[in-house]
């Protein structure tokens, strides 16, 4: 019974809605644009941060990832003469982690040599990454072909390297066979696997990149030796850098935390200057989930203003329309309407009106973002409760805004509604 | 079977003959400073039944009188009864309950909802009365038949001519079956011809044992009740016909 009542009155609303057309949508455009904006911006948020968190998934939530940092005072000290620079990870940092760090499951030793390599007619310039099998377990990428690093390699100082699909693309005529031999300064390197790269760009750096080939840690060193020597115009630069990196894994991710302090600790002690950055990806993760925070926040109150302003815009329009049906509400009170049913009418005139416009305002919050995602090429995600959120604050908008309208038009002095022009 | 014959049967069964009585009722306007007194001790008994008009000269009362009667206000002083029942008890609610039950209104300017068809307007207080939809069109629809607008249900108020728009508001008066139909000078927005085709309606409806009150300043018009009601600053002036109208 009161079922039907209610969708009576929904139909009802609908006609009187309709019989001012440009009016009602006028009057909710500010709804519109509202949850519009709610769900496009939303989803812009959500496929940014989204983005971020892969970017930090791949890093691996369990990793702590410390880079050597060039001084900036040792690059103007060295400027005109030739100078030796000093810096970066040792191998003495590997050892103290390994034997100090109980929680800490796998260290990796990682060194950087920029070298061209070539196979044939072909080259490709490459950073060559001595490094240990441990790399594979905290870097997970998946092997296309053969093999990756073993032990046996480093016990037998093997010539041996694993490339990523790129460069295999590129060095290989023919993709994704090993055994053919890669020829790097002067040294020959036995290809033994190829490796998937999963390198993505922004903000944040993964620990490979395509061009890598990986090479057993001690062959890089008896190779290429700690000297990096730089040809730069009228000046060449040396620098000694034992480790670029160390990757640092640890068992579980509550111990991030007291590790990471633990490292910056023991780092802090035995490096004179701090020619080392250390990024936890668990942290960067937090961080990330605070901006979105902020971000949503933020969206948040823009909505907010803008759901305010829509619902002020249908309380006006309202207000206009309880005075000019005046004389109907007069006649409805006059027939035996009481109060609550004219307040029931008019708010459900505004609930249709603002969902109504709520509506409206998810199919534009639909298609902003993939207009975005189409023409901006941004990755947008549109999250299936800001779609709810929106609708259900549009009904609400309507129920605030319309409540004060309606009790005015129950307030009516029948007579004098009746009387009204 | 039409309402208005299922009333004319049980009219006098059980039910005692005055439908409507007021005693000493007053009722005092503040305006400004000055105190308007619109009705200054009125005492009087509608029986059920009987066609009664009320006249006088604007500003006699009148208005207020047939408002007072029909509980859209509140006397300020004195006692009304309806139907045996103290109306200066109820609430806001328990006056739109007795207007919805036992009230009909017919106004001069017909008082039609606009964006209403004619159908829906007709249905309107069977909607306050909660009927099912399927009951409450059937019903519409034999009221406009009755009344010879069976044709023009769909019609909006606008597409009607004046004097089909009063009908429609009678048709609309009578959905709810009230026992009294009051009726603010009915005919005067209509042309003499079309005024004694609805005074005429209001005549039969008369005769199948409606009570109607009706307001005019028209002799001939007030012609067709069965009594008249003078009304002069406030009070009763004269009485004409029927005797049970006061004490």
Same mark, same amino acid.
């Given at each position: 019974m009161h079922q039907i009542r209610l969708v009576r009155n929904i139909l009802l609303g609908i006609k009187n809605l309709l019989l001012h057309k440009l009016r009602s949508l006028l009057t909710v455009l500010g709804v519109v644009f509202g949850v519009g904006s709610v769900i496009a911006m939303l989803s812009v948020g959500e496929g940014a941060s989204r983005e971020a968190l892969e970017q930090i998934r791949k890093l691996g939530s369990n990793n702590i990832i410390l880079t050597a940092v060039k001084l900036a005072e040792d690059e103007a000290a060295s400027a005109g003469h030739v100078r030796v620079g000093i810096y970066g990870l040792r191998y003495e940092d590997v050892l103290r982690i390994r034997e100090t760090m109980s929680a800490v499951t796998?260290?990796?030793?990682?060194?950087?040599? =920029?070298? #061209?390599? #070539?196979?044939?007619? =072909?080259s490709l310039e490459l950073r060559?990454?001595?490094?240990?099998?441990?790399?594979?377990?905290?870097?997970?990428?998946?092997? &296309?072909?053969? =093999?990756?690093?073993?032990?046996?390699?480093?016990?037998?100082?093997?010539?041996?390297?694993?490339?990523?699909?790129?460069? +295999? #693309?590129?060095?290989? +005529?023919?993709?994704?066979?090993?055994g053919e031999s890669i020829r790097i300064g002067g040294n020959y390197f036995k290809i033994i696997g190829i490796v998937q790269s999963e390198q993505v760009s922004g903000a944040i750096q993964t620990p490979d990149l395509e061009v890598d080939a990986y090479i057993p840690l001690n062959v890089a060193r008896e190779f290429y030796g700690d000297m990096i020597v730089r040809r730069t115009a009228g000046s060449r630069e040396r620098e000694l850098v034992e480790l670029h990196q160390i990757l640092v894994q640890v068992g579980s991710d509550e111990q991030v935390e007291p590790i990471a302090a633990a490292l910056k600790a023991m780092l802090e002690?035995?490096?004179?200057?701090?020619?080392?950055?250390?990024?936890?990806?668990?942290?960067?993760?937090?961080?990330?989930?605070?901006?979105?925070?902020?971000?949503?926040?933020? %969206?948040?109150?823009? +909505?907010?203003?803008?759901?305010?302003?829509?619902?002020?815009?249908?309380?006006?329009?309202?207000? +206009?329309?309880?005075?000019?049906r005046t004389r109907e509400i007069g006649i409805r009170r006059a027939i035996g309407a009481k109060r609550r049913q004219i307040i029931g009418q008019f708010l459900v005139e505004t609930v249709v009106l603002s969902s109504?416009?709520?509506?409206?305002?998810?199919?534009?919050?639909?298609?902003?973002?993939? %207009?975005?995602? =189409?023409? &901006?090429?941004?990755?947008?995600?549109?999250?299936?409760?800001?779609?709810?959120?929106?609708?259900?604050?549009?009904?609400?908008?309507?129920l605030i805004f319309g409540l004060y309208p309606a009790i005015r038009a129950a307030k009516l002095d029948p007579i004098v509604a009746l009387r009204h022009e | 079977m039409s309402p208005a014959n299922k009333e004319?049967?049980?009219?006098?069964?059980?039910?005692?003959?005055?439908?409507?009585?007021?005693?000493?009722?007053?009722?005092? /306007?503040?305006?400004?400073?000055?105190?308007?007194?619109?009705?200054?001790?009125?005492?009087?008994?509608?029986?059920?039944?009987?066609?009664? *008009?009320?006249?006088?000269?604007?500003?006699?009362?009148?208005?207020?009188?047939?408002?007072?009667?029909?509980?859209?206000?509140?006397?300020?002083?004195?006692? /009304?009864?309806?139907?045996?029942?103290?109306?200066?008890?109820?609430?806001?609610?328990?006056?739109?309950?007795?207007?919805?039950?036992?009230?009909?209104? @017919?106004?001069?300017?017909?008082?039609? @909802?606009?964006?209403?068809?004619?159908?829906?307007?007709?249905?309107?207080?069977? /909607?306050?009365?909660?009927?099912?939809?399927?009951?409450? *069109?059937?019903?519409?629809?034999?009221?406009?038949?009755? @009344?010879?607008?069976?044709?023009?249900?769909?019609?909006?108020?606008?597409?009607?001519?004046?004097?089909?728009?009063?009908?429609? *508001?009678i048709a609309r008066s009578l959905a709810n079956d009230p026992p009294i139909l009051l009726a603010d000078e009915p005919t005067g927005n209509l042309d003499s011809a079309t005024g004694t085709q609805i005074l005429e309606l209001l005549g039969k409806l008369h005769q199948r044992g409606k009570t109607i009150i009706?307001?005019?300043?028209?002799?001939? @018009?007030?012609? /067709?009740?069965?009594?008249?009601?003078?009304?002069?600053?406030?009070?009763?002036?004269?009485?004409?016909?029927?005797?049970?109208a006061s004490d």
């Open positions: 796998r260290t990796v030793p990682v060194k950087h040599i =920029r070298k #061209r390599g #070539r196979l044939g007619e =072909r060559i990454v001595g490094t240990t099998p441990d790399w594979f377990g905290v870097v997970e990428r998946n092997v &296309a072909v053969g =093999r990756i690093l073993s032990e046996h390699d480093l016990d037998q100082r093997a010539a041996v390297c694993v490339l990523t699909e790129y460069g +295999a #693309r590129r060095l290989l +005529a023919t993709e994704h066979t090993v002690r035995f490096h004179k200057k701090k020619d080392y950055r250390m990024s936890v990806p668990l942290a960067l993760r937090r961080a990330a989930e605070q901006t979105k925070r902020t971000f949503n926040i933020v %969206l948040g109150s823009i +909505a907010g203003i803008s759901l305010l302003v829509g619902g002020i815009g249908i309380m006006n329009i309202m207000l +206009a329309s309880v005075t000019e109504v416009g709520g509506v409206i305002g998810v199919g534009i919050g639909l298609l902003f973002p993939w %207009l975005i995602r =189409r023409f &901006a090429g941004m990755p947008t995600v549109v999250p299936g409760y800001s779609i709810a959120l929106s609708l259900g604050i549009s009904v609400g908008v309507g | 004319s049967d049980m009219h006098d069964e059980g039910r005692s003959k005055t439908l409507v009585r007021f005693d000493d009722v007053r009722k005092v /306007y503040q305006m400004g400073t000055a105190e308007v007194r619109a009705l200054d001790g009125v005492s009087l008994r509608f029986g059920r039944g009987s066609f009664w *008009a009320i006249m006088g000269p604007s500003g006699s009362g009148k208005s207020t009188l047939l408002n007072l009667l029909g509980c859209l206000d509140r006397p300020s002083s004195g006692r /009304y009864e309806f139907d045996g029942r103290d109306v200066g008890t109820l609430n806001d609610d328990g006056l739109s309950e007795l207007r919805l039950r036992e009230l009909g209104f @017919i106004f001069q300017s017909f008082n039609l @909802i606009p964006q209403l068809t004619v159908q829906e307007n007709i249905e309107l207080p069977l /909607y306050y009365l909660g009927w099912e939809h399927g009951r409450s *069109a059937r019903h519409a629809k034999e009221l406009a038949e009755e @009344i010879g607008l069976g044709d023009r249900l769909s019609h909006r108020p606008m597409e009607l001519s004046g004097g089909q728009q009063q009908r429609v *508001a009706m307001v005019t300043h028209e002799e001939d @018009i007030a012609s /067709y009740a069965t009594g008249q009601l003078h009304m002069r600053d406030g009070v009763i002036d004269r009485i004409e016909g029927s005797a049970d």
